[in-house]
Each structure stands twice: as C-alpha cells, then as structure tokens.
C-alpha cells in the first residue's frame, strides 16, 4: 500500500509473521528503471517472503522493471491493475487497464518471459459499467493465457469517474462470492480474495473457497492480527514474540536506522497500532505521534513508549482501559 508498506512497514511486519507474504507499495516501472534503485528497491533480507509490486502498462518496459525487480531478489512479481487514481490513469495503468484484458496478458507474457519467479496480477472485479460477472470472466481467461497463474482480487469494482482513490476502496460495494464464483470456475488458478477483510478469524472463514486472503488496511491498524497467521495456517509451531517483545525486537532496527540517518518517524509511524485494543494504547501511540517526528528525535522516544505501553513509564491514568 502506497505510503505504508514501505521497508520499515515490512520489516516490522516480519517480526510479528515469518509466513504471511508481504508486498511492497506500487512502484511504477519507470521508476524502476529510472529512478534511485536503492531507494526504490531496497529492502532487508529478512523481508522475505516479499513481492514487489509494479504499474505500467508498456510490456518491454514492465518486463526490463521486472527482470530488476528478480535481480534485487523479490520473490514475486505483482502487477498492479487495481488502483485508481487520476494520476495513475493519465498514465494508462491502474484499474482502467481492466477494460484492455489483451494488453495486460501481453505485459504479463513479457514480464514472465524476462523472469524466473512468479508474475502476479492484482484486480478489481469490474470498472464503471463494466458487468462483473462476464467481463471479469473474459479478463482472468485472457490475461492466465498470457502466463499469469494467481490474481488477488479486491471484490469491489473501481469506479473511475468521480471518486477519489480513497472513496474507491470503501464506496463501491464488495462483492466477496463474485470472487468465490470466479475460484470456483477456474480452480486451477491460484485466488487471493481482498477487500473489507476486518480480521484473521473473518480470513479464514473464506479460505475453504480461495486460496488465500488479502488484508490490506485491517493488518496496518492491527498489524498484531498477524501472529495467528504462520500456526493457523502454516502449520509453524514457533512462539509467536508478545507484543512487547515485537516492538524490543525493532528497537535495533530503528537505532541501526537512526545511525544511517533515518529519521525516527519514518520507522515509528508504522507501529501505532501494535497495541491495539490493549491497555495503554493510546498513550502509547500518543506518545510517538507528538515526538517521534521531532527534529533529532532518537530512540529514546521509541524507549520512552515502550516504557509507558508496559506500564513502567508516565501515563495518564484515563488511557489505562482497553482502546
Ligand atoms: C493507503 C493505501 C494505499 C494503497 N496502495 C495500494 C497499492 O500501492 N497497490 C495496491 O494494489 N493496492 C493498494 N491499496 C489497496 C489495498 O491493497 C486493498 O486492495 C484495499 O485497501 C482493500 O483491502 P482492505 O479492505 O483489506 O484494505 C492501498 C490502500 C490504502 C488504504
């Protein structure tokens, strides 16, 4: 997601989930081959599982990003037709390219052909006017002749004209058995639902008609929801770290930041809501969002919320209950 799942986001994220697969924000292709590769590609090592995720809509062009993106070590390709704002429109890439199924096929044969991993396409079920049912069909037919074998699907159109990209991922209504519907036609696809997913037990009460689940915002807010995922679902009986000790767990990787001249906010605002719904919370999320983007701000911020979240620093009393 644009704006949140950037390295940081990442990194935190792993600490909670070592299985759940993990995409980066859409970069376009031409910033990937144009732009600072370090910063527009560069991730740790611990990341993996991660997929990058591209928009474009020329297939030499994603082919050549894609073929960077493999050789920087992403374990997946995705290809963005989803999203939908003006700008990406302009651009020819994004949502509006669900009306060109023939196109998108070939940036995905020349992507697949550029690459040894896998190339993934992320959709809406329709734009505008389009009928969900039979033209989403005649897109997933077309672009799976093109090579791609798994689409994540977020189970609400894009309406392009009027709303804003936020409105888009909250006004359109979701439209989950659409999805179901199109597994259960192609079952030799691999289906990841999105959209409107509020929780891990909400996941899972899917997963018997899909091959996976997508969480998007539901993960940011309550990134903690994502413990449950490597037992549940892989099978992997290690311990999942508590949430302090998640949050211990990222103070070397803020400190060794810090020291590379990463400001402090940058890695902090993504952890907001590790203590979702427990005592303390806000106080903690307080805490860094008034000082974490202070000029010079250091780890003693982070260390000081942790302080107040474990309950061995100030709090105001009021914040103690559940949030
Ligand atoms: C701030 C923000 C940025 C997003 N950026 C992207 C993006 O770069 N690529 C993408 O495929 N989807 C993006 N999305 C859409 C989400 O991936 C997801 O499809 C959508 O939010 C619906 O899922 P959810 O209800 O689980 O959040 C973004 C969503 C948000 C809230």
Redesign the pocket.
């Known amino acids: 997601?644009?704006?949140?799942t950037d390295r940081h986001c990442r990194y935190f994220l792993r600490l909670i989930s070592r299985r759940t697969f993990l995409y980066t924000?859409?970069v376009t292709a031409e910033a990937v081959l144009y732009g600072d590769r370090e910063r527009v590609l560069g991730f740790s090592e611990e990341e993996h599982p991660v997929g990058l995720?591209l928009g474009g809509s020329e297939p030499a062009r994603l082919a050549e990003a894609a073929k960077i993106g493999a050789a920087h070590g992403y374990d997946e390709i995705n290809l963005?037709i989803?999203?939908p704002s003006d700008r990406v429109q302009s651009g020819r890439f994004g949502a509006c390219l669900m009306a060109e199924p023939d196109l998108v096929a070939q940036c995905v044969a020349a992507m697949g052909e550029a690459v040894d991993r896998p190339i993934t396409v992320?959709c809406r079920i329709g734009i505008d006017d389009q009928d969900a049912e039979q033209s989403l069909d005649t897109f997933i037919d077309r672009v799976a002749q093109g090579g791609c074998k798994t689409f994540i699907v977020?189970a609400r159109k894009a309406w392009l004209g009027g709303l804003s990209p936020k409105e888009n991922?909250d006004v359109p209504p979701l439209d989950h058995d659409r999805v179901h519907r199109l597994k259960a036609r192609r079952p030799d696809l691999e289906i990841v639902l999105?959209?409107?997913?509020e929780s891990f037990a909400a996941a899972c009460e899917h997963l018997p008609g899909v091959d996976g689940v997508?969480?998007?915002?539901?993960a940011y807010a309550d990134p903690y929801l994502l413990g449950e995922v490597d037992r549940a679902l892989f099978g992997d009986s290690h311990a999942v770290p508590s949430r302090l000790d998640v949050l211990d767990r990222f103070v070397p990787y803020v400190e060794a930041g810090l020291s590379r001249g990463v400001r402090l906010n940058a890695m902090t605002r993504h952890i907001l809501g590790l203590f979702h719904g427990q005592p303390r919370a806000r106080a903690f999320r307080r805490h860094l969002a008034e000082n974490a983007h202070r000029d010079g701000a250091g780890i003693e911020v982070l260390l000081a919320a942790r302080d107040i979240v474990a309950g061995t620093g100030k709090y105001e009393p009021s914040t103690v209950a559940a949030e």
């Open positions: 997601m644009m704006e949140w924000e859409m995720q963005n989803g999203c992320k977020h991922r999105n959209g409107g997913i997508m969480l998007g915002r539901a």
